[in-house]
């Protein structure tokens, strides 16, 4: 199964302008420690250790090479995403790292496909950067699944996701920050409950909120990490929608008519939810997602499709390529 076309993974620079003056005390800076290492920091505080995979394409290919993938959608890290900040604040910070992300992608544009950030609180700033973005070269748009306490059915987003309707501009939605307590601080809880568990509400704000009612058809969204736990809530949800209508009955039609609305990725892990999204969303609304180069990714990636004895060739060549190539517009 080679020739993959991997939609789910992630960059970061080696090194940025000086961020303070927009991003304040907690202005992200890379803190060098090597040629192959360093770390992203938060101000004083530690976010995460990255390597070399981050940055350097060389790097990056060869890993795709030993995977089997042609093609790889290079999205931003979502903790840049800084919709805490005003929308001139993030702005400014969303054009310095797009235009580093076409650098980093810049010697292989066949194979590496670069997504850009907006400063989603800002519907009008957002579409000006998409715009500005799509002229310079970037393929898409990835998005967080919420802004502070308005989620993705919020007028402005919808206001966003029409456009890129209109542009044809396929959108990744991305969980970029968690739900957090004393009892999430173990075992990277935040990370195995809260990511799924806000994509799923992501999804269920597009359609419970009526958003998909409202938001041309010709929308290309998909959804990380398989798309949460939706698949296996689908149910909970249609008889909800029918058993409290007056409460949750405020799409216009029940939460199952809008499979086909959205597209979610692979990276599930697991044959037996790989199983269930197929039989929930359609093999043709699953794209190869790697979450590259981070620890929680797939390695090899598309492993788990190439083992599930369920697929057929046909299943296999539309989730691994053929689903992907319409997403983004190959064909």
């Not at 308005?150 to 029409?162: N, W």
């Not at 456009?163 to 999430?184: E, G, I, K, Q, Y």
């Not at 736990?229 to 799409?251: C, K, P, Q, Y």
Request: hydrophobic fraction near 40%; glycine fraction near 8%.
């Amino acid at each position: 199964m080679d020739g993959l076309i991997d939609v789910h993974s992630h960059y970061v620079p080696r090194g940025w302008p000086d961020l303070t003056a927009d991003g304040g005390a907690e202005a992200p800076w890379l803190k060098v420690e090597s040629e192959l290492d360093a770390v992203v920091m938060m101000g004083t505080r530690e976010f995460r250790r990255v390597q070399a995979n981050c940055w350097d394409a060389e790097t990056r290919l060869a890993d795709m090479d030993s995977d089997g993938v042609q093609l790889q959608v290079v999205s931003p890290t979502p903790a840049f995403f800084n919709y805490g900040r005003t929308a001139e604040q993030a702005g400014r910070i969303a054009r310095v790292f797009n235009d580093l992300a076409l650098e980093i992608v810049a010697p292989a544009p066949d194979r590496l496909l670069p997504f850009c950030q907006v400063p989603l609180q800002d519907p009008d700033l957002a579409c000006r950067e998409l715009e500005r973005c799509i002229a310079n070269g970037h393929r898409g748009v990835e998005i967080g699944n919420h802004i502070g306490d308005r989620d993705l059915d919020s007028a402005g987003v919808v206001t966003f996701l029409q456009h890129c309707a209109a542009l044809d501009t396929p959108v990744f939605v991305h969980p970029w920050d968690m739900p957090n307590s004393p009892r999430l601080d173990r075992w990277m809880a935040r990370w195995l409950t809260g990511m799924p568990a806000e994509t799923h509400l992501s999804i269920l704000a597009l359609i419970l909120g009526g958003a998909f009612d409202r938001i041309d058809e010709r929308l290309k969204i998909c959804f990380a990490h398989g798309g949460g736990s939706f698949a296996f809530w689908l149910g909970r949800m249609e008889n909800a929608w029918h058993g409290r209508h007056d409460v949750i009955g405020t799409s216009e039609f029940p939460p199952s008519n809008y499979i086909g609305r959205f597209h979610v990725d692979s990276v599930v892990f697991d044959e037996r939810a790989l199983r269930l999204l197929v039989d929930t969303v359609g093999a043709d609304r699953i794209l190869i997602g790697s979450d590259y180069p981070y620890p929680l990714g797939e390695r090899p990636v598309g492993e788990v499709v190439r083992k599930s004895d369920f697929l057929d060739d046909t299943a296999r060549h539309l989730i691994g390529r053929a689903n992907a190539e319409r997403f983004l517009g190959l064909t």
